[in-house]
């Protein structure tokens, strides 16, 4: 993904735990961050991530099998969910639990059900973000 510069871009990788490597277009190393990747603020300070662990698990779409910390076999554990990274600072903080999404409008389907998060993005300004939170039977 473009970090707010066409000339700065960023991918997930895997080295001793999940990360985002942060180069520049003639190859140059700038970052690493723990985390991954969703969604890049327009800006390219920040970015919307999610556990690619826990979608992994989920569908056979995609994700990262690789990394799978204990609670990636949670149903809705309240240590996961949609975080905020920092990229310049090497920081992330949890905005949304998956504990307070599978609270949040339930359904008796939801019960029981296994949830995760997916699909963030940013608007064009990045003064708002979506992303869609799914639950599996």
Known sequence: QWLGKDTIFAF???NN???IKIY???GVKIN???GHLGAAHPQGKTGL???FGRLANATDAYGYEFYNP???EKNNPPEDGLWLIDLEKNSRRLIVSLATLSATDPDPTMESAYHYVTH???NH???QYVFLRFWRL
């Open 120 to 122: 963030t993005t940013y």
């Open 70 to 72: 204990d609670h990636v």
């Open 17 to 19: 735990g999940e990360c």
């Open 12 to 14: 997930n990788d895997y």
């Open 32 to 34: 690493e961050v723990s």
């Open 49 to 51: 991530g999610f556990n």
């Open 125 to 127: 300004s990045g003064t």
């Open 24 to 26: 520049d277009c003639s």
